[in-house]
């Protein structure tokens, strides 16, 4: 069925930007252990070590998201949502996904391009002496975040299609297919 098929091509995408995030979790915690002995055991301190840890921790989160959310891990009312059955839940998600996931999703992504590409045309960097060049980088994560976020809320809303269609069993969640 095609349906379920387009499902499974944006369940691999929103998978493939949650093994991205896993990886730049561990850049992060090497840069972390790195900063930490450069600081404690050689009194050196780096300001672009420093910002680089928030621009991985920014991109492990704003790319981790799209994987949360085809792995069913976002917020939800659990108290409530949790004694439905799987068709109700299934038009709950597609529900919210199309009113409030989507709109929000790309409002925040037409917004950010602009955000990154005025920073791109300024040549924005750090304000800090020795901080990082190109903040561009980092600011055009956002609105590609949120692009992502969208197509893997479309994943959601085929997900649920499928659930209250009949096309698929509701569970709460398939691993990766490797």
Same mark, same amino acid.
């Given at each position: 069925?095609?349906?379920?098929?387009?499902?499974?091509?944006?369940?691999?995408?929103?998978?493939?930007?949650?093994?991205?995030?896993?990886?730049?979790?561990?850049?992060?915690?090497?840069?972390?252990?790195?900063?930490?002995?450069?600081?404690?055991?050689?009194?050196?301190?780096?300001?672009?070590?420093?910002?680089?840890?928030?621009?991985?921790?920014?991109?492990?989160?704003?790319?981790?998201?799209?994987?949360?959310?085809?792995? *069913?891990?976002?917020? #939800?009312?659990?108290?409530?949502?949790?004694?439905?059955? &799987?068709?109700?839940?299934? =038009? %709950?998600?597609? +529900?919210?996904?199309?009113?409030?996931?989507?709109?929000?999703?790309?409002?925040?992504?037409?917004?950010?391009?602009?955000?990154?590409?005025?920073?791109?045309?300024?040549?924005?960097?750090?304000?800090?002496?020795? *901080?990082?060049?190109? #903040?561009?980088?980092?600011?055009?994560?956002?609105?590609? &975040?949120?692009?992502?976020? =969208? %197509?893997?809320? +479309?994943?959601?809303?085929?997900?649920?299609?499928?659930?209250?269609?009949?096309?698929?069993?509701?569970?709460?969640?398939?691993?990766?297919?490797?």
């Amino acid at each position: 069925m095609f349906l379920l098929r387009l499902e499974q091509v944006i369940n691999s995408f929103s998978d493939i930007l949650g093994k991205i995030s896993a990886v730049l979790f561990v850049l992060m915690l090497f840069n972390v252990f790195i900063d930490v002995v450069m600081r404690y055991v050689f009194n050196d301190v780096s300001i672009g070590m420093q910002e680089l840890e928030w621009h991985l921790y920014a991109s492990v989160f704003l790319l981790g998201v799209p994987y949360t959310l085809r792995a *069913g891990g976002h917020v #939800r009312v659990d108290l409530i949502y949790e004694r439905l059955s &799987a068709k109700t839940k299934a =038009l %709950i998600d597609m +529900i919210c996904t199309v009113i409030l996931l989507i709109p929000f999703c790309a409002l925040v992504a037409w917004y950010g391009v602009d955000f990154a590409r005025e920073s791109f045309e300024l040549g924005e960097m750090s304000g800090d002496p020795g *901080g990082l060049p190109y #903040r561009w980088i980092i600011k055009s994560v956002i609105p590609f &975040a949120f692009f992502a976020m =969208l %197509i893997s809320g +479309i994943g959601l809303f085929l997900k649920s299609l499928n659930i209250y269609l009949g096309y698929r069993q509701a569970d709460h969640y398939e691993p990766p297919q490797h």
